[in-house]
């Protein structure tokens, strides 16, 4: 299997900071990479597919990059909305595999 | 409005079986393959299952296999998970999530709101 690997684990910002998470994968998995939040209580949403293609209604200020094994999420400006839970997730091979979670807390 | 309702959750005694459902909306739900994906108590996500539009190609996460049984029914819009001989580590949030394809790509556009097993005695 796949292990994706994310890092921080957690982190603490401020509205308007420029906040980056990474992912890795255990093996290259071109660029077939997606980025989720999840909220306290809520079902995780889709943010990021194809490691950089934004989904349809999601803000600008996210964004995605990477190929290979190595992959970031930016938030170029913070805002209150965005503090969750957000994962990487990898779909190049079956046995599909998520990242534990990088946790976007108020500072 | 894509909605996905999931239910059949509940508390259940290691060793026994439960079935969970999955009711679509809002899309043409023979378009797209489906996924279950769970979630710990305070831990992360991981996918379970998966089956194609026609279910014609299933597949199933190492730690459920042999255990879990997905299927579609079409005409109902709806998605199911059985899940038998059932171990304190099945217990999570489960989630219906639609796929982007008729064939497994395997992200996930839309979520339901889970539905909670419990395995306990």
């Known amino acids: 299997d796949i292990q994706m690997t994310q890092s921080p684990s957690t982190l603490s910002a401020s509205v308007g900071d420029r906040v980056t998470i990474t992912c890795r994968a255990s093996?290259?998995?071109?660029?077939?990479l997606a980025w989720y939040q999840q909220k306290p209580g809520k079902a995780p949403k889709l943010l990021i597919y194809k490691a950089s293609s934004l989904e349809s209604g999601v803000p600008s200020r996210f964004s995605g990059s990477g190929s290979g094994t190595e992959f970031t999420l930016t938030i170029s400006s913070l805002q209150p909305d965005d503090f969750a839970t957000y994962y990487c997730q990898q779909y190049n091979s079956y046995l599909w595999t998520f990242g534990q979670g990088t946790k976007v807390e108020i500072k | 409005e894509v909605q996905l309702v999931e239910s059949g959750g509940g508390l259940v005694q290691p060793g026994r079986s439960l079935r969970l459902s999955c009711a679509a909306s809002g899309f043409t739900f023979d378009d797209y393959a489906m996924h279950w994906v769970r979630q710990a108590p305070g831990k992360g996500l991981e996918w379970v299952s998966g089956i194609s539009w026609n279910s014609g190609s299933i597949g199933y996460a190492d730690s459920v296999k042999g255990r879990f049984t997905i299927s579609r029914d079409n005409a109902k819009n709806s998605l199911y998970l059985q899940m038998n001989s059932l171990r304190a580590e099945d217990t999570a949030l489960y989630y219906c999530?639609?796929?982007?394809?008729?064939?497994?790509?395997?992200?996930?556009?839309?979520w339901g709101q889970g539905t909670l097993v419990t395995v306990s005695s």
């Open positions: 093996q290259s998995i071109s660029s077939w």
């Open positions: 999530a639609k796929d982007v394809d008729t064939a497994m790509v395997g992200y996930f556009d839309y």
